[in-house]
């Protein structure tokens, strides 16, 4: 788990800091996102993103919160705490964006193989399987 700081920001602070952000996100180049977030995040923060995009995109498949514990090596708490919070659309955008976008290409073809991972009986841990995909 990340470090994080324990002094608390004032509100202004925080919203200029999230404006920035949204800025960097929305008005740059897709390759400069790319550079800015490979900089900017950890190999540990972004395996946290990759599984909390897999966990909505498995929920959306319909496999059990049990299951994707298993599979992306992540608490059953954690990824029920994700199913109860899909099911009052705190996710929708997300959820949205990530079924939109893995109908076809590479996402997909790697959650397919993830899924048929967890079917298969074979263990290995979500870290080993994306760096062999």
Known sequence: ???????????????????????????????????????????????????????????????STYKISELLGVSPSTAERFENATSFNKYKHTTDWIWKNSKEGSFDAFMESLVSKAFTGRKQSFRKFVDEF
Not at 16 to 24: G, P, W
Not at 48 to 55: E, S
């Open 1 to 63: 788990m990340p470090h994080i700081s324990k002094k608390k920001l004032n509100q202004d602070t925080v919203k200029k800091l999230e404006k920035y952000i949204i800025s960097i996100i929305k008005d740059t180049g897709t390759q400069t996102r790319v550079n800015i977030f490979d900089e900017l995040l950890t190999q540990t923060e972004k395996v946290m993103l990759a599984k909390r995009i897999a966990i909505l995109f498995l929920l959306k498949k319909g496999m």
